[in-house]
Structures are given as C-alpha cells and as structure tokens.
C-alpha cells in the first residue's frame, strides 16, 4: 500500500517544484536565525533570496557532524527553547554527543514519514509492532513508535535487551511486526529455537530493520529463520531518525522522503556532486524541519542513487544499502562508535593516551566490542587489585561515553600491531 | 634490608614466561624465589633474582613490561609455628600484606613479603629479632 501516493508518486517535475519552494523557505529560515550558516553564506556571498530552485543546491555550503559538535548543543536551533518539544542526542566524535532538537511539527512529520516507511512494508492498523530499539535519546525507539502510532498499528514498546522477556512479548501478545536492529533479529530467531519454539509459533510476518548496516544475504537468513519479510529502514538522528528513507516490497533500494529531505551524492574528496548511479557520500538537505535544519549535512555513509521509476510505482528517488563509510565511524548493536571517543576516555584517565585496539567481532549474530589497552610506565602496578582497578575504571568510563558495554583488556606494551609507527586502531572481524 | 623484586606484567599467551626465563638465563641471572598470580587476561610474575636491575633492563629491552617492587625477605625456623610468629608480630603492629610467597627446605623457610609500608615491616620485624635477608646475601643463594 501507498500512504500518501499523491507525495510517493508525484511527477518529478512537481516534487521539483515543491523542493525548490521549500528550500527558499529553510535557506530563509537559516540564514535570519542561526548565526553559523549566515556567515557560510556570507562568505559564498550568498543572501538567502538568491536561493530558488533546487537546482542552486550545490552552491550552498555543507554542514559536517565538526559543525554541530562545535555549536554543541543548541547553536544550530532555529526556535526559541519554547518551541522546542524534543531532544536527542546520538554519539559524537569525541566526549560530547550530537544534538538535535524538535518542535511538534517536526515530530509529526517524523511521524508520518515512518508510517510511509512502516506503510511500504506493508504493516496497517491491525497489526501488532513490537519495537525492540533502544527507547531514549536513541532515535531508534521513539522514531518507530510515533510512526507506528500514525499508522494505528498495537505497539509493544519492549526497548532493548531482555531477550527472555522479549520472545514472551512476542508470542503471547500475538506481534506480527518486530522492529530492530538486523543482528538483534538474528539474534532473537536464533534464541527462539534454543526456547524449543517454533517461528510459525509466533505471528510475526513483517520485520522492518535498520540502524545499522546489512546485507541482501542477512536479509534472506533473518527471513528463513523468522519466517517473515524483512525490510531496510534507513535514518540519522541529525536528518530526522529512522525514515529517512524505506524499502518497497521490489527491495531495489530504500525510497528517499525528497518531499523533506533533499539527497545528493558527492565525491567526500572533491565534494563535487556525482551523477546518480556512481557511489559516494550521502548528502541531505532538510527542507521542512523547524527546529534544526540542516543544509547539506555530510552523512558520510557511502551510497548510490537511483532516480528511475520503481515497480512499486512510487518515483522517490532511490539509495542503495549503505554498506561502507567514508570516516571511521563503527556501528556496534545499533549504536555509532567512533574510535575518537575511546581514545577521549583513556586520555582523560592517565596523561599520556596508551596505545589501544578496538576489536569488533560478531558471536552468535551479536555485535561484540573488545578494546586492548597497552599497559605503559603511567599506568603499572605490580599488584593485581589496582590492575583490576584500572581495568574496571576503563569498563566504567568506556561504557558510560559509548553507551554500550565493551571487553576490556590489559596489554602487554608494543603488543599491538603499528603500521608505519601508528598502532592499528580498529579490527572488525565482521563479514558483511 | 629492602630486597628490590622484579615484577613482570605478563598478557595471557603461551610462551610468554618462558621467553621472560630464556632472556634471564641469557643474561646469567638466577632466580630465587618466583609467584605468578593471574587473572582471566594477565597475570604477574613477581620474581626474586640475583641482579634486579640488570634484569629489568634486559627485559625491557626485549619489551617486557617491568617494574621493581620493594620487599622484604624472611628466614624463619622451618617448623611449625614459624610463619605465625612473624605475622602474628606483623598483625599486633597493624600492618596489611599485599601479598607473599614462601617455601621451605632443609631446615629453612623463607617468605616474601609486600606490604604498602615496607620501611614499618622491618622495622617492627627487626625489633623483634625477626631475621630479614639482604640484597648481597640473596645474590650469594
């Protein structure tokens, strides 16, 4: 089904149209009230009616995930406190999260841009969504709960973790939509079997999954073992959350929202705008967000565009899977790690940063995080106990930055492998 | 009176003592007294050796992590109520071991002893005609 098919398969030249508008109107909006891009566009010697169609795009100034650290946290809010009616907040480069802000329009139009997404998958009103993304400043939990409300779907908000209480939600509240992370899924079937059930047991048939990267291959594997279809939500806190963009039922790409967010495709060296169909970062222009938009906001995730008509028969441009990145950001259970925010933990603990190696791996479809950390002379002790302290005090503090548990472990000094002096700072083991 | 002890931090991996044994050997320097106390990923060797300074640099050199820890050397009568003579004194003059290691033979027993404040253990034990070791005497073992 289409949820707004007059948006979903409007006329290019129409969606065109409308972009053009609505960007005039967020270049207006940004320039008179956050003072970061009317000096980017001072000094490109733009004025904010110069701005027209969309097609001036590209001569607007990006904005990276540096600039929203360094207006941290509200510097980028286009409203006053009062209208602003929500808060979240993801990882940031080092010890301070990024923040994003929203009036109650902009949570309605996430609303209806997940009910589109949830809508495409095929999910209504009479089914039953359990949503086992984390709830709170994650944008995971909250994005597909409001969506799954617009849509008028029974929600079982059973957050993270708890894989016990979640197959009991599961099978006795009859849900026939779960919504996760792809490995949580794997993970839930497996632990399914393992309590001697059977998935036609359960009543799930639709399984919408996103927030970290999968592959064609994963989906088939969640599929057979949960025996239902499985579709890619794809979304970043900083553009709106999950809904960015979906997957129709021809899984040809995830169907881009153009009629709020703007994509483009640029070279992350050059930073020229590539044709559709070649790889290169994602781009994103919010064109109707009130308290926070965005112009040209480097994702960093490397992708492709597709601009063709789809099976469906909705005309939303489409991406490809996000499978690589053009930074070092990790995705480990659903939550972005950057190894800068590791090395801010240790730094802040001992004067000089130690050598460490963030390894990440993946057991029985669970993410796992190990981090060594090389043992030096600002750090040693010859007893056990202040060992164990130290380690349990990295555990603590690795836990509370990262907002996921990690493995710690005390190296022996120059253990770990250097290339060219540097030591290598992150082995993923995982295969996608 | 305060015996300098070698303490190596060792990660969990086979060989890892052995190569630490190879490299002393090499160096023609005898190992007294040994402990090794572990955990799931690491473990400590804390060792007693004939040159503890020549030994913390060939094993740095050969990238051990090394450090030397002050201790105290204890002869005792090797018979029973020996040990608990001497804690008994350490225990009425409140002072905590951090840890110890001992062994006896031929009439001989002899601990090790780490506390936090190793200048009160010898002097509380010296007081008490405990006899302690010296550095040059663990040389000539």
């Given at each position: 089904?289409?949820?707004?098919?007059?948006?979903?398969?409007?006329?290019?030249?129409?969606?065109?149209?409308?972009?053009?508008?609505?960007?005039?109107?967020?270049?207006?909006?940004?320039?008179?009230?956050?003072?970061?891009?009317?000096?980017?566009?001072?000094?490109?010697?733009?004025?904010?009616?110069?701005?027209?169609?969309?097609?001036?795009?590209?001569d607007l100034p990006f904005t990276t995930k540096a600039d929203l650290r360094d207006n941290y946290p509200f510097g980028l809010f286009t409203v006053p406190q009062t209208d602003v009616v929500r808060i979240h907040a993801s990882s940031g480069t080092t010890g301070k999260p990024t923040v994003v802000g929203y009036t109650r329009r902009d949570i309605e139009i996430w609303a209806?841009?997940?009910?589109?997404?949830?809508?495409?998958?095929?999910?209504?009103?009479?089914?039953?969504?359990?949503?086992?993304?984390?709830?709170?400043?994650?944008?995971?939990?909250?994005?597909?709960?409001?969506?799954?409300?617009?849509?008028?779907?029974?929600?079982?908000?059973?957050?993270?973790?708890?894989?016990?209480?979640?197959?009991?939600?599961?099978?006795?509240?009859?849900a026939t939509v779960l919504a996760c992370t792809p490995s949580y899924a794997a993970y839930l079937g497996e632990s399914l079997l393992q309590a001697g059930l059977s998935p036609s047991e359960t009543k799930l048939r639709i399984g919408v999954f996103g927030a970290e990267p999968w592959t064609n291959e994963m989906r088939l594997q969640i599929e057979n073992l949960l025996h239902?279809?499985?579709?890619?939500?794809?979304?970043?806190?900083?553009?709106?959350?999950?809904?960015?963009?979906?997957?129709?039922?021809?899984?040809?790409?995830?169907?881009?929202?153009?009629?709020?967010?703007?994509?483009?495709?640029?070279?992350?060296?050059?930073?020229?705008?590539?044709?559709?169909?070649?790889?290169?970062?994602?781009?994103?222009?919010?064109?109707?967000?009130?308290?926070?938009?965005?112009?040209?906001?480097?994702?960093?995730?490397?992708?492709?565009?597709?601009?063709?008509?789809?099976?469906?028969?909705?005309?939303?441009?489409?991406?490809?899977?996000?499978?690589?990145?053009?930074?070092?950001?990790?995705?480990?259970?659903?939550?972005?790690?950057?190894?800068?925010?590791?090395?801010?933990?240790?730094?802040?603990?001992?004067?000089?940063?130690?050598?460490?190696?963030?390894?990440?791996?993946?057991?029985?479809?669970?993410?796992?995080?190990?981090?060594?950390?090389?043992?030096?002379?600002?750090?040693?002790?010859?007893?056990?106990?202040?060992?164990?302290?130290?380690?349990?005090?990295?555990?603590?503090?690795?836990?509370?930055?990262?907002?996921?548990?990690?493995?710690?472990?005390?190296?022996?000094?120059?253990?770990?492998?250097?290339?060219?002096?540097?030591?290598?700072?992150?082995?993923?083991?995982?295969?996608? | 009176?305060?015996?300098?002890?070698?303490?190596?931090?060792?990660?969990?991996?086979?060989?890892?003592?052995?190569?630490?044994?190879?490299?002393?050997?090499?160096?023609?320097?005898?190992?007294?007294?040994?402990?090794?106390?572990?955990?799931?990923?690491?473990?400590?060797?804390?060792?007693?050796?004939?040159?503890?300074?020549?030994?913390?640099?060939?094993?740095?050199?050969?990238?051990?992590?090394?450090?030397?820890?002050?201790?105290?050397?204890?002869?005792?009568?090797?018979?029973?109520?020996?040990?608990?003579?001497?804690?008994?004194?350490?225990?009425?003059?409140?002072?905590?071991?951090?840890?110890?290691?001992?062994?006896?033979?031929?009439?001989?027993?002899?601990?090790?002893?780490?506390?936090?404040?190793?200048?009160?253990?010898?002097?509380?034990?010296?007081?008490?005609?405990?006899?302690?070791?010296?550095?040059?005497?663990?040389?000539?073992?």
């Open positions: 089904m289409i949820l707004y098919p007059e948006i979903e398969c409007a006329d290019r030249q129409q969606l065109h149209d409308l972009q053009s508008k609505r960007l005039a109107e967020t270049v207006k909006r940004v320039y008179e009230n956050v003072p970061f891009y009317r000096n980017k566009f001072k000094e490109k010697g733009i004025e904010p009616g110069d701005i027209k169609s969309v097609d001036q795009l590209k209806e841009v997940v009910a589109r997404g949830l809508t495409m998958a095929g999910v209504d009103k009479d089914d039953t969504i359990q949503i086992s993304y984390g709830y709170g400043a994650f944008t995971g939990g909250l994005g597909l709960h409001y969506g799954a409300e617009k849509v008028g779907a029974t929600v079982i908000p059973s957050s993270t973790g708890n894989t016990k209480k979640q197959i009991q939600f599961m099978t006795d509240f009859n239902i279809k499985a579709y890619d939500i794809y979304g970043l806190s900083e553009i709106i959350g999950p809904g960015v963009s979906m997957e129709c039922e021809c899984h040809c790409g995830n169907h881009v929202c153009e009629d709020h967010f703007i994509p483009e495709i640029v070279d992350p060296e050059t930073l020229e705008v590539l044709p559709y169909g070649e790889l290169g970062e994602l781009v994103f222009t919010t064109i109707t967000k009130e308290a926070m938009p965005l112009i040209r906001y480097r994702t960093r995730d490397l992708t492709r565009l597709y601009p063709e008509k789809c099976a469906c028969g909705r005309t939303l441009v489409r991406m490809e899977k996000c499978l690589s990145r053009s930074d070092d950001m990790l995705i480990i259970r659903g939550v972005n790690v950057f190894p800068s925010q590791v090395e801010a933990v240790l730094m802040e603990m001992v004067e000089t940063s130690p050598h460490y190696q963030i390894i990440v791996g993946r057991e029985n479809n669970l993410d796992t995080l190990e981090i060594r950390v090389e043992i030096n002379e600002h750090f040693w002790s010859d007893s056990i106990r202040e060992l164990e302290s130290i380690r349990r005090r990295i555990d603590h503090n690795i836990t509370s930055v990262l907002g996921i548990s990690a493995v710690i472990k005390l190296v022996e000094p120059h253990s770990i492998e250097r290339s060219e002096g540097k030591a290598k700072r992150v082995i993923d083991n995982r295969t996608l | 009176m305060i015996i300098k002890q070698l303490s190596v931090f060792l990660e969990d991996k086979s060989g890892r003592l052995t190569e630490l044994t190879r490299i002393l050997a090499e160096n023609d320097i005898n190992i007294t007294a040994l402990s090794l106390a572990e955990t799931a990923d690491y473990g400590i060797v804390r060792m007693v050796v004939g040159r503890p300074d020549l030994a913390k640099e060939v094993l740095e050199d050969a990238g051990f992590s090394v450090g030397l820890t002050d201790v105290v050397c204890l002869r005792m009568p090797d018979k029973p109520g020996g040990l608990y003579s001497a804690l008994r004194i350490l225990a009425e003059n409140n002072v905590n071991i951090d840890y110890m290691y001992a062994f006896s033979n031929n009439g001989v027993a002899l601990a090790v002893i780490r506390a936090a404040n190793i200048d009160q253990v010898i002097d509380v034990l010296q007081q008490n005609k405990m006899q302690l070791i010296s550095q040059s005497e663990i040389y000539q073992i």
